[in-house]
DNA sequence: TATTGTTATACTCTATAACTATA
DNA sequence: TATAGTTATAGAGTATAACAATA
């Protein structure tokens, strides 16, 4: 198939050739170089997400909703801020997940304002399938040998680290 | 695609013994790892991306619609299937970038059911802009010293290769 | 006064189903 | 009959603005 922009025709950006993070080389910019072709492994793996989320009957929103939820009571301004949206959009997303059991609201008791979620048993339970389907490496990855695997966390894990 | 199979029998992974392309290791698997790690980074860096087509005037859906439309003509069917999504919804998709002055629909000679989308000359300068910023590696990559850049570049070379 | 969450409104994205015009 | 695109409809996601309760 195409959609491919790999072998970066437009990207031959030799522009700043000198100093700074951003090395330019003979074969131009590193950094960019390097972050294409992991955009173009992710934006194809990802096209399946929202067939993904589907299968568990969600919505792709829902499915990160589920994802960010995990680790204890979240207040809704801290989920619309994980979510980049509007704390307006978290109330009806937050509407209909509870309605479907899925998580609950808690009033807080230090800021009455702030209501925390919190996932049900269900929403647990979902959460686990959702992230065991979420986490499965795609065929590209599985089909790397062991050395690049080992590389590739590595360098991962530096670059997370550095954030 | 609701019934859902095992209904919460999970994958237990890491006890698959052995041989395969999936290692399992000490560590645990391996290709999961990398993939968790370099998902992490994604996700992250991906939660800009409704700003960034916002600064651009674009929905993200637009945005994505750009990206897949410069290389020649494109069919609004193939446009669908690269979109994962039903044609139908392709058609107001369009109708709103056509309205913008974006693209043109110009039916095909070969078969006149189908219509061809090409970009304008404004589509095509603004798609220029949105890839410019699509492919700016983030800090976390940018800080990457050279010999990871190398790595991680030759490393998706040979991932993607091997679709 | 400022903040948290809600409501009202409007627009975009998305799928399903019925339709047309071609093939 | 089958396919490409449209239309109609419905529901979900999104932002803005106005609002209530609380701080």
Same mark, same amino acid.
Not at 42 to 70: C, I, K, W, Y
Not at 76 to 102: F, I, K, P, Q
Not at 107 to 134: C, F, P
């Given at each position: 198939?195409?959609?491919?922009?790999? #072998?970066?025709?437009?990207?031959? +950006?030799?522009?700043?050739?000198?100093?700074? *993070?951003?090395?330019?080389? *003979?074969?131009?910019?590193?950094?960019?170089?390097?972050? =294409?072709? &992991? !955009?173009? &492994?992710?934006?194809?793996?990802?096209?399946?997400?929202?067939?993904?989320?589907?299968?568990?009957?969600?919505?792709?929103?829902? /499915?990160?909703? @589920?994802?960010?939820?995990?680790?204890?009571?979240?207040?809704? #301004? =801290?989920?619309? /801020?994980? &979510?980049?949206?509007?704390?307006?959009? $978290?109330?009806?997303?937050?509407?209909?997940?509870?309605?479907?059991?899925?998580?609950? +609201?808690?009033?807080?008791?230090?800021?009455?304002?702030?209501?925390?979620? $919190?996932? =049900?048993?269900?929403? /647990?339970?979902?959460?686990? +399938?959702?992230?065991?389907?979420? !986490?499965?490496? *795609?065929?590209?990855?599985?089909? @790397?040998?062991?050395?690049?695997?080992?590389?590739? +966390?590595?360098?991962?894990?530096?670059? &997370?680290? /550095?954030?």
């Amino acid at each position: 198939m195409r959609g491919m922009n790999g #072998s970066g025709e437009q990207l031959e +950006r030799k522009t700043k050739p000198g100093s700074g *993070p951003g090395q330019a080389g *003979p074969e131009g910019d590193l950094p960019r170089q390097a972050w =294409t072709l &992991l !955009f173009e &492994l992710m934006h194809t793996h990802m096209r399946n997400f929202p067939a993904l989320a589907a299968e568990l009957d969600l919505s792709p929103v829902q /499915a990160h909703v @589920l994802r960010q939820l995990g680790e204890g009571p979240l207040a809704m #301004s =801290t989920l619309a /801020a994980y &979510l980049s949206c509007d704390a307006s959009n $978290v109330t009806g997303l937050v509407d209909r997940m509870e309605a479907r059991g899925l998580v609950v +609201r808690r009033s807080s008791e230090q800021d009455r304002r702030v209501k925390m979620l $919190v996932l =049900t048993e269900d929403g /647990a339970a979902l959460r686990e +399938r959702l992230l065991e389907r979420i !986490f499965e490496p *795609p065929d590209a990855i599985c089909g @790397l040998p062991e050395e690049d695997l080992c590389a590739l +966390r590595d360098i991962m894990r530096r670059a &997370l680290g /550095a954030q």
